[in-house]
């Protein structure tokens, strides 16, 4: 169960984590349109740092512009509120949870005049999959799910219904004894994991999948700029199933994830079975980079 902190933001105002509530004929409860962040703050030697928060509250309000969603609030307004939250529950480390939404008031599937609303919630989260996934890796499953097409919904919006099909595929793996999925588009490439971008390594080239049909991911693109300045080769490219499972390192990166090494596909081991040299450089580069030990990074981090 989720840890619990002392004060949710909601539309301006900070409540009691318990009074957060919604009314039950809230439009996005139904139907799933609202959009949503997810965002680290981690521990530093000079205090909490946020993790790429301008790019963060971006992409926000890029979701809204693609779903038509206005909220009262500008990008500068969100940005201040989520270091107040930290600071109101005073966290060192925590995960934040933006959320938009359309309110009480239409019932129909057209929202016009749908109130819209904006929720920050921040909470102490450790690894997402487990602090074994990153030293150890992780089993991953194909999934038997598609991921979304371009043009059933848009995928570079971080839309609260389109988390469906990441349940369901999650709940497969986790259901067949695998830690996550791995999700094919419908062209049957590659696409992304349940709520992370997918990495490969083969003969010394990171090949991630191009941005058709995933999430630009925040350390997708942290990951690859990091490598870049390493001067590991970088690929953006389609790649099929065999590929990672022939892959001599892989990796799946998200901010709940952050760098997890795979260790199995479907069965097959990957590579020796254990963190490889490229995966070990990133992981260790991005997690002091986070921490604030890298100087070079230091743009990428918002002190509280
Ligand atoms: N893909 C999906 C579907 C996601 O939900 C996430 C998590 N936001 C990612 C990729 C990784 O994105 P980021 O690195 O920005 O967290």
Known sequence: MI?????????????????????????????GLGVFEGIRCYKTQKGSAVFRLKEHVNRLFNSCHIMQITPE????????????????????????????????????????????????????????????????????????????????????SKTCGDYVNSILAKREAVFCGYDEALLLDTAGYVAEGSGQNIFIVRNGVLKTTPLTSVLEGITRNSVIAMAQREKIPVKEVNFSRDEVYIADEVFLTGTAAEITHVREVDGRIIGKGKPGPVTKKLQDLFFNIVKGRNKSYKSWLTYI
């Open 3 to 31: 840890k619990e902190s002392k004060k949710i933001w909601m539309n301006g105002k900070f409540v009691d984590w318990h009074q957060a509530n919604v009314h039950i004929l809230t439009h996005t409860l139904h139907y």
């Open 73 to 156: 609030f500008q990008p500068d307004k969100i940005s201040r509120a989520i270091i107040e939250s930290i600071k109101i529950n005073r966290l060192d480390e925590c995960y934040i949870r933006p959320l938009v939404y359309l309110g009480y008031g239409v019932m129909g599937i057209y929202p016009k005049d749908s109130p819209v609303k904006v929720a920050i919630a921040v909470w102490p989260w450790g690894a997402y999959l487990g602090e074994e996934g990153i030293k150890n890796g992780i089993r991953l499953k194909i999934s038997s799910f598609t991921r979304h097409h371009v043009n059933v919904s848009m995928t570079k």
